[in-house]
C-alpha cells in the first residue's frame, strides 16, 4: 500500500506564499493523478487542483491564477505552490493519488492565512 506524506503547511499572512509537497513511500509504477484537496471548517472538502500522468492541469475556480501544481514523476512527488493567499485559503490540505486499482490519501496539513 501506497502511503503519502504532505508537508509545507503552516501560518502564512495574508498575500503571502507556500509551497506544499506531498511524497508517496512505495513503489508507485503508474499513476492516474495527482492531486491537492482541501476542507475548511464546517466545510465540504473540495478540489484544489489535479495533476494527469500527462502533465495537463486543473483548478478550483478560487485559486485559479494564484496556485500552481507540478509533479517529479521521478520522485513520486506532487507540489502545490501557493501565492497571494487569503484568508480563505485556510484549509487542511490533502492530497490524492488516483493510481490505477485504488485511491490514497495523505493524512493532511494545516494552511493558515491570518495576520
Known amino acids: 500500500q501506497v502511503r503519502l506524506v504532505e508537508s509545507g503547511g503552516g501560518l502564512v499572512q495574508p498575500g503571502g506564499s507556500l509551497r506544499l509537497s506531498c511524497a508517496a513511500s512505495?513503489?508507485?509504477?503508474?499513476?492516474?493523478?495527482m492531486g491537492w484537496y482541501r476542507q475548511a471548517p464546517g466545510k465540504e472538502r473540495e478540489l484544489v487542483a489535479i495533476?494527469?500522468?500527462?502533465?495537463?492541469?486543473n483548478y478550483g475556480d478560487s485559486v485559479k491564477g494564484r496556485f500552481t501544481i507540478s509533479g517529479d514523476n521521478a520522485k513520486n512527488t506532487v507540489y502545490l505552490q501557493m501565492n497571494s493567499l487569503k484568508s480563505e485559503d485556510t484549509a487542511v490540505y490533502y492530497c490524492?493519488?488516483?493510481?490505477?486499482?485504488?485511491?490514497?490519501w495523505g493524512q493532511g496539513t494545516q494552511v493558515t492565512v491570518s495576520s
Open positions: 512505495g513503489s508507485i509504477f503508474s499513476f492516474n493523478t
Open positions: 490524492k493519488f488516483r493510481l490505477p486499482t485504488y485511491d490514497t
Open positions: 495533476i494527469t500522468s500527462s502533465g495537463s492541469t
